[in-house]
């Protein structure tokens, strides 16, 4: 029989593999560049550190500069209500002050009546009162509003009565019920008055005579 001779297989291990060709690192690049990427975001890191901490203290002085505001309003609003309230007080006890004399002559009015004085003598005291009155209003810049004579107008004037009169334009005042005041252009409180209007034309139906009641009979 012809033997067939047989070649053993070669067994290759790992390590007699071919390996891919590389460069030699060159001596040191390797831990330099670490080194440098490292100082690099250090680096970043503080400037963040640096930027944060100014925040922080612009945040902390705009909160400050806030409340300081805050206080200076309202401190004002408070100061500007007490003077409110003052001036309003002042306000009133001026106004107090000038009729309290109109009070004291009217009791002395009063007064002067129990005690049995004669009508002429009482009514010059209500006369000289009224003056008086009148005086104080003129002080606290009070006007009477004209009315009687004058054209009606509706901020100035509330009409309780309509009067026909064919002597007078249509919307004069002819009577004042209540007099008006106002302070400046203010109206205090509006003069009730009697208005003038034009009298209604009634159309009057002739009534039949007796002629004319006859003559339709006759028909």
């Not at 009409?159 to 252009?185: H, K, Q, S, T």
């Not at 109206?187 to 004319?212: C, N, Y």
Request: glycine content about 6%; proline content about 6%; charged content about 30%.
């Amino acid at each position: 029989m012809e033997e067939r001779l047989t070649m053993p297989e070669e067994t290759v291990t790992p390590q007699e593999t071919e390996q891919p060709s590389s460069q030699p690192v060159a001596e040191g690049t390797e831990p330099t560049a670490t080194l440098a990427t490292e100082e690099a975001w250090q680096a970043q890191i503080a400037e963040l550190q640096e930027r944060l901490a100014q925040a922080e203290a612009e945040a902390q002085d705009y909160r400050e500069r806030w409340l300081r505001t805050l206080a200076d309003y309202q401190n004002y609003r408070k100061r500007v209500m007490q003077e409110r309230v003052e001036a309003y007080n002042e306000g009133k006890k001026e106004a107090v002050l000038t009729l309290l004399p109109v009070l004291d002559n009217l009791e002395r009015a009063l007064a002067t009546l129990k005690e049995g004085a004669d009508l002429t003598a009482y009514r010059q005291g209500l006369e000289l009162i009224v003056r008086l009155f009148q005086d104080a209003l003129r002080r606290l810049d009070v006007e009477p509003i004209p009315a009687e004579g004058t054209p009606f107008d509706p901020h100035l004037h509330e009409a309780f009565e309509r009067v026909e009169r064919e002597d007078l334009e249509e919307g004069v005042i002819v009577g004042e019920l209540e007099r008006g005041y106002r302070m400046g252009e203010r109206v205090i409180r509006p003069a009730k008055v009697r208005v003038a209007v034009k009298p209604v034309l009634s159309l009057q139906v002739p009534e039949p005579s007796a002629d004319t009641e006859g003559g339709g009979e006759g028909q």
